[in-house]
């Protein structure tokens, strides 16, 4: 739907533009366009600030964490509650394959963000 989205409203576009056949009056088509870009990204590379301050980033995020962890967590929290956390570590840790200071390191940052950084904060709680 979305390479189709995107198709129409660049038909569109050309439509507006008069329909004219010279190639140099039209925009370019965005799925050549996201082709072109997706082939460079080997090839693009990072400064070492970059590179470092992207590391940092991924050091402190959860990016193995994937939906259905989330939900597994959340399942977790549920069924034990939050005050009893070794239950639901050890019922992640079980479910997800995570190590169990990983599943805990998550419950303590989820408890110190989430509530000003997940839009559904109130029906999670």
Not at 102 to 115: D, H, I
Request: glycine share 6%; proline share 3%.
């Amino acid at each position: 739907l979305r390479s189709r989205s995107v198709r129409e409203n660049w038909e569109s576009q050309c439509q507006m533009m008069g329909g004219s056949s010279s190639s140099e009056e039209l925009p370019e088509d965005p799925s050549v366009v996201a082709d072109r870009l997706e082939a460079e990204l080997p090839n693009i590379c990072l400064s070492d600030k970059d590179a470092n301050a992207k590391a940092k980033l991924m050091e402190e995020g959860f990016g193995d964490w994937t939906r259905k962890d989330y939900r597994a967590y959340l399942q977790a929290l549920e069924q034990f509650g939050r005050d009893d956390v070794e239950s639901v570590v050890r019922q992640v840790a079980a479910e997800t394959g995570k190590p169990e200071a990983a599943v805990e390191r998550y419950n303590g940052v989820f408890w110190k963000k989430a509530s000003s950084q997940l839009a559904d904060w109130a029906k999670i709680i």
